[in-house]
């Protein structure tokens, strides 16, 4: 049976800001006060870190003025990764250990769709290298990963999905496309379009979101695998995957147009580099690119990447190592783009939303963002291309936020990264 929560706007934030106050210099930042107070008050992890420009980093608190209702759709999904709906009201949903489902409307999780083979964690088993994909590894934070529909869905029933595949000496990102039956049940014409290069042997920063863009290119993130002295500097290699924004056409192919095609010593398929571990990527109604990467700590960033460009991970990033140590003792550099915002402390993201429903008219325009360690859903209000603003939703069910969509009917759908995870849907309270 599902379960309703009903939460008002205030009940749904972590903390709103007060009143506006005067604008004056904010002592918290030193940042150039915006005529009230940020939301974010704890103590940076890098507080000598200065933004490159006003509202960069801790908006102001903005709040919803609708109540909210917030209904469990399902239960008992297994680390569900991503959520993507289907136009008959159902959902697809990814398992991280290697399976796919469909949630019908009404709640009712459906059997694990056939032509994927889970694996155990950690390795390779008998049976899955059998199925119609190469083996899933589901180390670490790998494992089955992103789900998006084909634009062309309502004829070709095609769907395209990001996974950890296992691969002789390790692992690595790789793309696959198939046709899902009119039934549900089963994926044919399973084929891997886009493979992450180099392999490594770790489970970590696998990216990955997919989004096609409107003229129908598909976009992929890819994390930079870690491994601060081997795998990381290969963010700012045109010859390597990691770290990297790829476009491809959904067949696989490179498109012409691409910023680094035919050019000697690069990956043709590169859209943007200097990255560090993309799980978060949505365009806005303008058709703009907008990802959300993880930092070290104290470095999340929102980007808008532009063909071509660097976004200067590691030699120019905001936060610091994990150790506390620093990362680059600079925040900026030439030949490199600054970030639209970040969070110190982080939000630790996963996927992401532009919502352009009629449910919430407050609501269009506004980037919304799942947090995992944070355990909230971000929403940024967004001016001429900067965060005017920030909220903070389901701070109260202390659920991871894995992905979060709008369904056809304008409500928001997020899924909770747990080992009994929640499919919940976030609508007006009646």
Request: aromatic share 8%; with cysteine; proline share 7%.
């Amino acid at each position: 049976m599902k379960r309703v929560h009903f939460v008002t706007a205030m009940a749904a934030s972590v903390i709103f800001a007060a009143t506006a106050c005067a604008q004056k210099p904010d002592t918290r930042t030193g940042e150039s006060g915006r005529g009230c107070e940020p939301l974010e008050t704890r103590t940076a992890n890098s507080p000598e870190q200065k933004p490159a420009f006003a509202g960069q980093t801790r908006a102001c608190g903005v709040k919803t003025a609708a109540a909210i209702e917030v209904t469990v759709l399902a239960k008992g999904l297994d680390r569900p990764w991503a959520v993507e709906p289907l136009p008959d009201g159902s959902f697809l949903v990814t398992e991280k250990p290697g399976r796919m489902r469909i949630v019908s409307a009404a709640g009712k999780v459906g059997e694990p769709i056939e032509g994927l083979t889970p694996v155990a964690q950690g390795g390779v088993t008998a049976e899955s290298g059998q199925g119609g994909l190469p083996p899933i590894t589901a180390r670490g934070q790998g494992g089955l990963l992103d789900v998006a529909l084909s634009p062309a869905f309502a004829k070709d029933r095609t769907i395209f999905w990001s996974f950890s595949e296992q691969r002789e000496g390790g692992s690595g990102t790789s793309v696959a496309r198939g046709v899902l039956s009119a039934d549900g049940r089963k994926l044919s014409d399973v084929r891997v379009i886009f493979r992450a290069m180099p392999t490594y042997n770790n489970g970590l920063h696998f990216g990955s979101r997919l989004a096609f863009a409107p003229d129908g290119k598909l976009f992929i993130t890819l994390g930079d695998r870690f491994d601060l002295r081997t795998m990381r500097p290969l963010a700012q290699s045109l010859e390597a995957h990691n770290g990297k924004v790829v476009r491809i056409n959904p067949d696989g192919t490179i498109p012409t147009d691409n910023p680094f095609a035919g050019k000697e010593g690069a990956l043709g398929d590169i859209w943007s580099i200097g990255h560090r571990n993309l799980q978060s990527a949505v365009f806005d109604d303008r058709g703009r690119l907008w990802t959300v990467e993880h930092g070290a700590r104290g470095g999340d960033e929102l980007n808008m990447p532009e063909k071509g460009k660097n976004y200067g991970w590691p030699v120019a990033t905001y936060g610091e190592e994990y150790s506390g140590q620093p990362i680059s003792d600079i925040t900026a550099k030439e030949g490199t783009e600054q970030p639209v915002y970040y969070w110190d402390p982080v939000i630790a993201p996963s996927g992401m939303e532009f919502y352009t429903g009629a449910a919430f008219p407050e609501w269009k325009g506004n980037l919304f963002v799942g947090g995992l360690a944070s355990q909230r859903l971000v929403r940024l209000v967004m001016k001429d291309g900067r965060v005017a603003g920030e909220e903070h939703l389901l701070t109260d069910r202390g659920s991871r936020i894995r992905d979060v969509r709008q369904g056809p009917d304008g409500f928001l759908y997020v899924v909770t990264d747990e080992s009994n995870g929640e499919l919940l849907r976030i609508a007006p309270k009646k």
